[in-house]
């Protein structure tokens, strides 16, 4: 540019008298060239820019726990927000960007039933500038974040919408209740009258029962010379509430895997989460929490904080495997290992598993690192032994209805185990990557057995593993 502003056509002929000569013509084709360029030159850079990043995908994952908005989008994007009160509104102020279509199509993508949202206004704030505009229904503490390109999704710019004030796991467990409304269920833990919030403060503590642990019918009398008498399961009876955390994996960003059909791993585990639920509850004195009950995605460890938050003695994690080979099937269930993985087909499935979170997409600014490596060190010897007793009962009774991957349970490094005092196990139902074992998992009959297969599972567990008192009754 300096070059350009040099060649001024008033100094170039300054103190000569016109010239119609072929040296001065030549010159004055010169100067109207380098003007021309000059001119070009300007344009490009007064005009805006015609590499504006573009939107390819608006995607809207609306939760009790929190709601995220994901843009999809070419490139990273710089972004400005702030909150403002009375209303509560959230502001973005998006760079390097113009208002498109599909950016437009975030407004009818938030529904009425949208725990945090009331609406979202888009617009063109000045050049290369987009606003967003959120509507809030209560007071919000929002992640704003990029993540970049993994899988199947170019760079992301997340929003995550958190309560300010987030409802207690523990709290939220006992309020709902559901597990008492079931006909019979007249063998409970005595109810706690105190306000939950003061119990989970440590306030009004009722004390424990001498013997709060497993109850068993007692075995008829058999006396010498009289038949055998055929051995019948009995139900289990406890005199406190057991509480068992079930974990689907993978939701919202993360589909985990998908079928060649077409079915999703997250939609499929979520189903037969719900169905095992379901079987959970019509037994007394057994209670469920799911680290998630819709479509959206939990990063692991904060599955693992759910588990812990309401005081979980059983966790199991639900997956549908896949492998780049469609003919392997059967099912499998693992448990955390201290020593390395047992066998390498377990080790690749754990470090699988444990990318997750860059699929569903975890803030790193905020994601507590160090908590997962507490937890690590903090894994026991108990707590893996607990577990291995849980998964060879569970994977036993799952062989009656699908043939098993391997006839024992298997150990790898799963970040989704490392409760230090809850036993863990994640069950593989089945293969989604072959077809055959696809359609088995979107059939309802099936889901439903399989459901069934864990619940005796864990009945056998708790009949020869007694549950200990809890420091608090809840």
Same mark, same amino acid.
């Given at each position: 540019?300096?070059?350009?502003?040099?060649?001024?056509?008033?100094?170039? %002929?300054?103190?000569?008298?016109?010239?119609?000569?072929?040296?001065?013509?030549?010159?004055?084709?010169?100067?109207?060239v380098l003007l021309k360029a000059g001119g070009t030159l300007l344009l490009s850079v007064l005009a805006p820019t015609a590499n504006a990043a573009q939107i390819l995908a608006v995607r809207v994952w609306p939760a009790e726990d929190y709601t995220r908005v994901t843009l999809? %989008?070419?490139?990273?994007?710089?972004?400005?927000?702030? *909150?403002?009160?009375?209303?509560?509104?959230?502001?973005?102020?998006?760079?390097?960007?113009?208002?498109?279509?599909?950016?437009?199509e975030l407004v009818a993508k938030i529904k009425s039933n949208d725990p945090y949202i009331k609406q979202v206004r888009v617009g063109q704030n000045r050049p290369n500038v987009v606003r967003l505009v959120f509507d809030l229904k209560e007071e919000v503490s929002p992640q704003v974040f990029t993540l970049p390109p993994v899988g199947n999704y170019?760079?992301?710019?997340?929003?995550?919408?958190?309560?300010? %004030?987030?409802?207690?796991?523990?709290?939220?467990?006992?309020?709902?209740?559901?597990? %008492?409304?079931?006909?019979?269920?007249i063998t409970q833990a005595p109810v706690a009258t105190a306000n939950p919030a003061d119990i989970l403060a440590g306030k009004n503590e009722p004390?424990?029962?001498?013997?709060?642990? *497993?109850?068993?019918?007692?075995?008829?009398? *058999?006396?010498?010379?009289?038949?055998?008498?055929?051995?019948?399961?009995?139900? *289990?009876?406890?005199?406190?509430?057991?509480?068992?955390?079930?974990?689907?994996?993978?939701?919202?960003?993360?589909?985990?895997a998908i079928g060649r059909g077409g079915s999703r791993e997250k939609d499929v585990v979520l189903a037969i989460a719900k169905r095992l639920k379901a079987k959970i509850e019509q037994h007394p004195n057994m209670r469920v929490m799911l680290t998630r009950d819709s479509d959206y995605f939990v990063p692991l460890n904060v599955r693992v904080q759910k588990a812990r938050a309401v005081q979980a003695d059983l966790f199991m994690s639900v997956h549908a495997d896949a492998f780049v080979n469609s003919s392997a099937r059967g099912s499998s269930v693992f448990v955390l290992s201290e020593k390395g993985a047992s066998s390498t087909a377990a080790r690749w499935l754990a470090d699988k598993e444990n990318a997750a979170d860059l699929i569903g997409g975890v803030n790193i600014k905020t994601h507590d690192k160090q908590l997962a490596s507490v937890l690590l060190d903090l894994s026991t010897t108990a707590q893996i032994s607990d577990s291995l007793k849980l998964g060879k009962v569970v994977l036993s009774e799952i062989s009656g209805i699908n043939r098993l991957h391997k006839?024992?349970?298997?150990?790898?490094?799963?970040?989704?185990?490392?409760?230090?005092?809850?036993?863990s196990i994640l069950i593989e139902t089945a293969f989604i990557s072959n077809p055959e074992e696809e359609a088995k998992l979107t059939d309802n009959a099936y889901q439903d057995q399989l459901a069934d297969a864990v619940m005796k599972g864990i009945k056998k567990y708790f009949s020869k593993n007694p549950p200990l008192a809890k420091n608090r009754m809840t």
């Open positions: 540019m300096s070059r350009i502003t040099q060649v001024r056509p008033e100094s170039v %002929n300054a103190g000569k008298p016109e010239s119609t000569s072929g040296t001065d013509t030549a010159r004055s084709q010169k100067r109207r999809e %989008n070419d490139s990273e994007l710089k972004t400005n927000h702030f *909150v403002l009160k009375d209303p509560y509104r959230l502001f973005v102020d998006i760079e390097g960007l113009e208002l498109n279509a599909k950016l437009k170019k760079h992301r710019l997340v929003f995550d919408l958190y309560p300010s %004030n987030p409802t207690d796991p523990l709290a939220a467990l006992i309020e709902k209740g559901e597990w %008492n409304k079931e006909p019979g269920a004390k424990p029962e001498p013997k709060p642990e *497993v109850k068993l019918d007692p075995q008829p009398e *058999v006396k010498p010379g009289a038949p055998a008498i055929e051995k019948q399961e009995k139900p *289990v009876h406890l005199t406190r509430m057991i509480t068992i955390a079930i974990d689907p994996g993978h939701g919202g960003e993360d589909p985990g006839g024992s349970v298997e150990q790898a490094g799963f970040a989704v185990l490392k409760a230090p005092d809850i036993p």
